[in-house]
């Protein structure tokens, strides 16, 4: 029989429901018992990965046990398959140090936890992911011989229950943050009774564990002072209100589970909730109907950053209400389907800064002042015409306010189109125009000015070129902004390379200023 493997003869008594593992796949065990014609004892199990299987749980028309998976069971003798070990035993088996030596130095801490503890003295940890830990051992094992670990990781091991979880917390009375993921663990028969073992756990993921969010909010009233959950990848469908659980909550991330969209608005109960992660949700829609066209929600209230990546966006409507998060200044909101007018991804970036004027990051990267201003121009220009037929600044019609709730305060920023510039500047002629730009060098008071006709849409690193062949100055050195009759006396830096003229708003006449170094 090989290490790990099970005697025939010492099944537990309280096999059915524990968790097992042969080889590297892991499993359920849903029955103990015969399975005739053949004899001796077989035990049938549940995989985690249903393709593992072969059945539903029957044998010859009997039903045995039941899957979730018409192909997740299988029958296996004992002798294949792991209960597991107590947590010390694995713990000791992933340090590679003897039980004997923990336990009888335990009272003067022993040697190699002094030197794992060392290594990082502000934060002890334990990383026991993929081991096979299936409950706390001994009492007062683990208190006596790791009890300054705030940081332990048990993803997916042998463990149960919550019952043994808890078992294991109580002994860890620093433990901030706990790593469960990809575990699936019966609920507690006693909420209330565990509370006090999770009193200082302050981060917990629960990825890949099929809970459903009744059961997580079963489960919330143990984690008193929780700041960030993890629960990607679940059974997350509708969201109930978290009333009077998960008060504490700053992170949360939903991200891979089917939710329901309108139950998205249940969060709003979490008063402390800065940073929401709805990935992968197949989120399309999003209303805040309390509040107008233009005005704040009352919902999210500390909502700073909202993750929207890989979901079925196609409105531009959806941008408008995400306006109304008073706090909001981190957006990602990639792999979607908001299209521009035009087609251009590069486009449908800047209407999302124009549309969103308390943003700082969108996808990821800082938006600079300069940035925000091309986009914001371009905004008022791209929808110009369409606010003039709209009855422009006299009579608006509410349906343009419905669309464009932002327009009129970009006006009252930048100044209202001229008819005449709408008409000429269609969106997609942008980028196609000539300015006049004029090159001044402040740092230099001999060299004379050098106009030039360039492209709108030519890009930062050729305007370097030319630049460099004008100047004989290497592209390395030469740093660049532009002043603009518009904004008297404001210098706007010009820093990334790859943007156009165009996306930084450049325009006919404006001045470019060049130094070096």
């Known amino acids: 029989m090989g290490v790990g493997q099970t005697d025939p003869d010492q099944v537990p008594a309280d096999a059915v429901g524990r968790r097992v593992s042969c080889g590297k796949e892991r499993a359920t065990v849903r029955y103990v018992g015969p399975v005739p014609p053949t004899a001796g004892l077989w035990l049938g199990v549940e995989w985690d990965h249903p393709e593992r299987g072969k059945h539903d749980g029957s044998h010859d028309g009997v039903q045995y046990f039941t899957c979730r998976h018409p192909t997740g069971g299988s029958f296996v003798r004992p002798a ?23 336990l009888s130095e335990a009272s003067g801490r022993c040697d190699w936890w002094a030197v794992e503890e060392r290594r990082n003295e502000e934060l002890p940890s334990l990383l026991l992911s993929s081991s096979e830990v299936n409950g706390p051992g001994a009492a007062g094992d683990i208190r006596k011989t790791t009890p300054n670990v705030k940081w332990l990781d048990l993803t997916r091991t042998l463990l149960s229950c919550w019952d043994d979880v808890a078992a294991i917390s109580t002994q860890l009375e620093h433990l901030e943050t706990l790593h469960l993921s990809f575990n699936k663990l019966r609920l507690p028969s006693e909420v ?47 969201l109930q209100r978290p009333d009077g659980v998960l008060q504490s909550l700053k992170t949360l ?62 409105q531009w409507s959806v941008v408008d209400e995400l306006a109304k998060l008073p706090a909001l200044v981190k957006l990602s909101c990639r792999r979607n389907r908001l299209v521009s007018h035009d087609g251009n991804p590069e486009t449908a970036t800047q209407m999302i800064v124009a549309k ?11 938006i600079h002042p300069e940035e925000r201003r091309g986009a914001e121009l371009d905004y008022i220009k791209m929808f110009g015409e369409e ?35 709408v008409k000429k500047l269609k969106p997609f002629a942008l980028k196609n125009q000539l300015l006049k730009v004029t090159f001044v060098f ?76």
């Open 253 to 314: 991330s939903l991200s891979g589970n089917p939710v329901v969209q309108d139950s998205v608005l249940s969060l709003s109960a979490l008063p402390r909730l800065e940073s929401l992660k709805l990935c992968e949700t197949g989120l399309s829609d999003l209303r805040f109907d309390d509040a107008a066209p233009g005005q704040l929600t009352a919902m999210f209230p500390a909502l700073t950053s909202l993750n929207l990546d890989s979901n079925s966006i196609t």
């Open 356 to 366: 969103l004027g308390r943003l700082v990051f969108l996808n990821g990267c800082e």
């Open 442 to 517: 402040p740092d230099d008071a001999e060299r004379k000015p050098i106009e030039k006709k360039l492209p709108a849409s030519m890009d930062i690193q050729k305007v370097k070129g030319l630049l460099h062949r004008l100047l004989k100055v290497p592209v390395a050195d030469l740093k660049l902004s532009y002043t603009t009759a518009e904004k008297e006396g404001t210098e706007f830096e010009i820093s990334n390379v790859m943007k156009s003229l165009h996306f930084y708003a450049v325009k006919d006449g404006d001045q470019v200023l060049v130094r070096w170094s």
């Open 80 to 102: 294949k398959v792991s209960f597991g070990l107590d947590f010390l035993s694995a713990m000791c088996q992933r340090y590679e140090v003897s039980r004997e030596e923990v």
């Open 387 to 421: 606010w003039l037929k709209a009855g422009g600044r006299s009579q608006l019609s509410s349906q343009f306010v419905c669309q464009h709730p932002r327009y009129l305060s970009l006006i009252d920023k930048y100044g209202a189109p001229e008819e005449s510039e």
């Open 192 to 238: 209330a009774a565990h509370r006090q073992a999770f009193s200082g756990l302050r981060v917990l993921g629960l990825n890949g564990c099929d809970l459903t969010w009744p059961q997580i909010l079963q489960c919330a009233p143990m984690w008193p002072q929780l700041e960030e959950l993890s629960v990607e990848g679940n059974d997350i469908t509708e």
